[in-house]
């Protein structure tokens, strides 16, 4: 059975860096099939998609334009994690985050997600 | 790229309910849809043409008709109660995954 577990921080301050854990159960983080995704929600209720990182011979990553500028996804094979580091967090960016994973296919659906992880920025 | 949703729609228990999802991307990528529950993480009801994952009851369909896609439940419960979010690839990058802003359902 494959799972999703989220762990980080509850609380960023404004400017600093988020980063988020993703650890993976039941399947491995350099599939050559899935791909490995964070959306955030904010309290208006919205999901947004962030971005994705996926193996494929070498690693490819693909970001929101929203966010291009200051996100980053990286896996960790060893640890089969994938994590998030959001730069110049602010109170904006307050939201749950969430892992996910599209499984393969051609329509991009999000099969699992990990459990979310509220995330307020405040100083 | 955009997919727009209702905000709101209800039903009456047993009775059927469409919600719609409508975007420039749905002319070319399938929508995948998403309940979501409160305090829950969202859960996958539909994906690509009309398939339906492990667990999800039949009452939940989909389909599309050019930019506009919809999910279909015929014989809403009580249980079905949540909000519906749908999704796609992007029509202006393809590597990219667009959400609609999600309609709430309610069943009366």
């Known amino acids: 059975q494959v799972q999703l577990q989220q762990s980080g921080p509850g609380l960023v301050k404004p400017s600093q860096t988020l980063s988020l854990t993703c650890s993976i159960s039941?399947?491995?983080?350099?599939?050559?099939?899935?791909?490995w995704n964070w959306i955030r929600q904010s309290p208006s209720g919205g999901l947004e998609w962030l971005g994705r990182?996926?193996?494929?011979?070498?690693?490819?990553?693909h970001y929101a334009v929203s966010v291009k500028n200051r996100i980053n996804i990286t896996a960790d094979t060893s640890q089969n994690q994938v994590s998030l580091h959001l730069h110049f967090m602010t109170p904006e960016d307050t939201a749950v985050y969430f892992c996910?994973?599209?499984?393969?296919?051609?329509?991009?659906?999000?099969?699992?997600w990990g459990q979310g992880s509220l995330v307020s920025v405040s100083s | 790229s955009d997919l727009t949703q209702d905000p709101s729609v209800s039903v009456a228990l047993g009775q059927t309910v469409r919600i719609t999802c409508q975007g420039d991307?749905?002319?070319?990528?399938?929508a995948n849809w998403y309940q979501q529950k409160p305090g829950q993480a969202p859960v996958l009801v539909i994906h690509?043409?009309?398939n339906r994952p492990s667990g999800i009851p039949d009452r939940f369909s989909a389909s599309d008709s050019g930019t506009t896609a919809s999910l279909t439940i015929t014989g809403a419960q009580a249980e079905d109660e949540a909000d519906y979010y749908c999704?796609?690839?992007?029509?202006?990058?393809?590597?990219?995954?667009?959400f609609g802003g999600g309609t709430r359902l309610t069943v009366l």
């Open positions: 996910a994973r599209i499984p393969g296919g051609s329509y991009y659906w999000f099969d699992l």
């Open positions: 039941g399947d491995s983080v350099s599939s050559n099939s899935a791909s």
């Open positions: 991307s749905l002319r070319g990528f399938f």
């Open positions: 999704s796609s690839r992007d029509k202006t990058n393809n590597h990219l995954v667009i």
């Open positions: 690509g043409k009309n």
């Open positions: 990182t996926y193996y494929r011979t070498r690693w490819y990553s």
